[in-house]
């Protein structure tokens, strides 16, 4: 008897791990601790949050707002990059809230008929980074086509890549990168670690790594502009929290936390 | 007296890591059987000459070559810069209880190993190692891989490989003791030709009283590292005066002090025998018996010899008992029963032994070394 | 069928050393948990655009990019390896045993630490970097990055197949093949390699295809770029950012490739 328990109790534990793994949020932890105390409003559970990384510090603090105003909320967040957050929706996992960094991501999500109505809440810019001591003189994108610079961008597979190819062509730019990164994070990297001479990044990364780059403005940057949407999935566990979050972040007080991020307003608001 | 100068083996080394201390030597044409328990050190002696081997003290010298010269305290002797002769340039061969074929090589290709290395062309070689291969009756097997051959042809092509180097010496590491029952005689038989008829040298390990008697002219033993016992082959194996050789040669062999009417073993027993020349009253001395030189006795308390049964082992129409080991590792006494005689005996049983009345016996010195031959008359 | 013919139908050797059945079902649990995966991959294999997604560009830039990075990388742990294996297997000088510790070390280093390392040694900014730019040679993005990290996460894989096959063929046929009259490099060139050639081989085929998965430390250090520095696995990695099909066919293209190398190094295919 005891043995056949025992098996059982292994192949449960797999089978939920198989069940939920591919699904399963690679990094889902709880943003902060639960108080008991009575609701006010109502809001309890647990809410799940999926956001791109460059939404790290935001959500994150938006998430702890949260749970201050609704001590019996519990609200978890993940945060990945935005195809790779759709991808896991599409593969069923439990989120109540998707926030992506471009639009063309959050469609995939709408047209397989997960979400509906994505709200744009912000916009973000790409910004010129070099090392702190500018070894490759870089005043300008323009300069960033010049031969011999070690040049890293984000592939035109990933959004901000995407973004890079249309400030191209907005400036009449052709660059020859010596690595075009899968993510921002990577030609970050090779920008602070002082491979490249000079990266393209969001101008919220630029601020994020502070002196450990030096950031080049680039005013056509304008043209090239990422607008990122938040939805309510139409299987969110708690739709009316999953509400109050998506008009926590598109409200004042998103608004507030965003601008400090460096993230600009979206067009309609 | 200046060993450089003299022709064969001449090994005086000790090895701290091992802790042997061995002094052995080979004379040109001669074959010497390095006897000894597991762990002896006879192996390690081997080493020494092949160069397999560093000593941390004293020399290796071959033909008059110095081959290894640590000096007597490790620090060069005499003033002479320590010397260091390289396993590949000693010309030695050896030949081990493994055949150790290299087994992408063909026989012949094996056979050819020594002369190519020693820079020999590719015909030349194959010439030598083709004559080599059916001098040891294994011309036959030149193209087979070792994967191919069974233990006594593996051996054969092994002992051709050998002899294709034109070893000065040859060392034996018990070259026949993986060999089944079958093969080892007519391997014995090839190693006995090709070491006398043509006057090779070659230091012999074994464990094996016919390979000492068909195979070597002297016998050294080793135990716990030194040189216990040096002889002929045959008066190593027929008095010996060390424990492993008394138990190699399955002879009784009593210990104790000379007196006027023969032996007084340190039990207390009188063994009666006659004195052998220069064995004086007092002197410590050995007996040596064969098991049908042992009678059961009438009576325990006067018996020249009181055994504890350790084994029985049947003989054709008699009964080999074995009695226990002494405390210090010599084998105990051997006596040939009638089998009707040793049915009743068990292992732990007491037996009392008298001499038989055809047996005369000698006492002889027990140091390691003899002076001259001496021999149970 | 009733348990009694199954059972006198079992093999005897079975017979005197059971195991208790239990042992089966988490057994069988583990395998699963190796199989699905890799089945579900391939179930996920659009076989009718196969030849398509394979053949694209890009895919052929990776896979050719990944097959040459990878070769050159084999070849340059044979040749700093072999010697490696040989002086941790047949010399005894101090500190070898943490030298072997150390140099093992990329074994079972997450290989993102493993490009970190490399880039704050031969990175622009490096150790070495320095002085390499100085003589005019900039690793940095370049393909050479790429084979350089290949062969530092691939290096143990060969030292340790050759240091095993040495430490099981011992030294007795060396030995025997010195007092025959051998130096050393006849004996290493006559008996020591051709006898470990299996194991020298089978670590070949192992460093081969750990060079082909390197991803880690390919990007961390080299960069991404297609034609220079994108190998497969980073192409896949990249190409599930947009077209999922795309590199579920390269992902099966590695699937493959894991395989044989498997089956080579074993011998035979375990049926």
Known sequence: MRTAAGV??????????????????PDTAPAGATAPAPAADGLDGTLTVFAAASLTEVVGELATVMEQEHPRLTVRTSFAGSS?????????????????????????????????????????????????????????????????????????????????????????TTLTPVSEAGSVTDVLGAVTSGQADAGVVYATDARRAGDAVRTVAVPAADGAVNTYPVAVLDDAAEPAAARAFVDLLTGPEGREVLAQAGFGAPDGS | MSACEAAGLDLHAGVDARDLEVELAVAPGEVVALLGPNGAGKS???????????PDRGRVVLDGDVLADAGDDGAGEGGRPRTWVPPHRRRTALLAQDPLLFGHLTALENAAF???????????ARTTARRWLD??????????????????????????????????????????????????????????????????????????????????????????????????????????????????????????????????????????????????????????????????????????????????????????????????????????????????????????????????????????????????? | MSPVPRRAARRPASAGAELPRWVLAPAAVGALLVLLPLAALVLQVDWADLPA?????????????????????????VLLGVPMALVLARTSLPGLRVLRSLVLLPLVLPPVVGGLALLHAFGRRGLLGGQLEALG??????????????????????????????????????????????????VLRRVTLPVVLPGLASGVVLSFARALGEFGATLTFAGSLQGTTRTLPLEVYLQRE??????????????????VVVVAVRGRPAL
Do not use: K, Y
């Open chain 2, 135 to 377: 001098r040891v009756g294994a011309g036959d097997l030149a193209d087979r891989r070792p994967a191919q051959l069974s233990g006594g042809q593996a051996q054969r092509v092994a002992l051709a490989r050998a002899l294709a180097a034109e070893p000065r010496l040859l060392l034996l590491d018990e070259p026949l003791a993986a060999l089944d029952v079958a093969a080892a005689p007519a391997l014995r038989q090839l190693l006995r030709e090709v070491l006398r008829a043509e006057g090779r040298s070659a230091l012999l390990v074994t464990h094996d009283p016919l390979d000492v008697l068909a195979l070597a002219d002297r016998a050294v033993v080793l135990e716990h590292g030194r040189v216990v016992e040096t002889g002929t082959a045959a008066d190593v194996l027929a008095t010996p005066r060390s424990a492993f050789a008394a138990r190699l040669s399955g002879l009784t062999v009593l210990r104790g002090t000379a007196e006027a009417g023969g032996l007084r073993t340190d039990d207390g027993r009188l063994v009666p025998s006659r004195l052998a020349d220069g064995v004086r009253p007092g002197d410590a001395a050995l007996v040596h018996l064969a098991p049908q030189d042992l009678v059961p006795a009438a009576d325990d308390q006067s018996a020249a010899v009181l055994l504890r049964v350790a084994g029985l082992e049947p003989r054709g129409g008699v009964v080999l008992v074995r009695g226990e080991d002494a405390d210090d590792g010599w084998p105990g006494a051997v006596v040939a029963l009638p089998a009707g005689r040793a049915a009743a005996l068990g292992p732990g049983d007491r037996l009392g032994l008298d001499l038989g009345a055809a047996a005369t016996v000698r006492a002889g010195a027990p140091e390691g070394r003899r002076g001259g031959p001496v021999r149970r008359s």
């Open chain 3, 137 to 186: 040679v900039s690793i940095a993005f370049t393909t050479a990055a790429v084979v350089l990290a290949q062969t530092f996460v691939a290096l143990p894989f060969l030292v340790v197949s050759l240091e095993g096959a040495l430490r099981t063929a011992g030294r007795r046929h060396e030995e025997v093949a010195a007092v025959l009259g051998a130096g050393p490099w006849t």
């Open chain 1, 84 to 172: 790779d957050l759709a991808a896991q929706v599409e593969q069923g996992a439990p989120a109540d809230v998707l926030a992506t960094a471009d639009e063309r991501t959050m469609q995939r999500v709408v047209d397989a008929g997960l979400a509906a109505d994505p709200v744009p809440f912000a916009t973000n810019t790409l910004a010129v980074v070099t090392p702190p001591d500018d070894p490759g003189g870089v005043a300008s994108f323009a300069d960033l086509a010049r031969s011999g610079l070690a040049v890293v961008v984000c592939a035109p597979q990933v959004p901000c890549g995407a973004a890079t190819e249309r400030l191209e062509q907005l400036t009449g």
């Open chain 1, 8 to 25: 059982v109790a292994v192949a449960a534990l797999l089978l939920a791990a198989c069940g939920g793994g591919d699904a399963a949020p």
């Open chain 3, 242 to 259: 947009t077209d999922p099909d795309a590199a579920v066919a390269l992902a099966l293209l590695l699937v493959v490739v894991a395989a």
């Open chain 3, 53 to 77: 997604l394979l053949s694209s560009e890009a895919s052929r830039a990776a896979l050719a990019l990944s097959l040459r990075t990878s070769a050159a990388a084999t070849a340059l742990c």
């Open chain 2, 114 to 124: 020594a002369p190519r290395a020693r820079g020999a062309g590719r015909t030349d």
């Open chain 2, 44 to 54: 390690t002696a081997l080493g020494l000459v092949a160069g397999l081997l560093r």
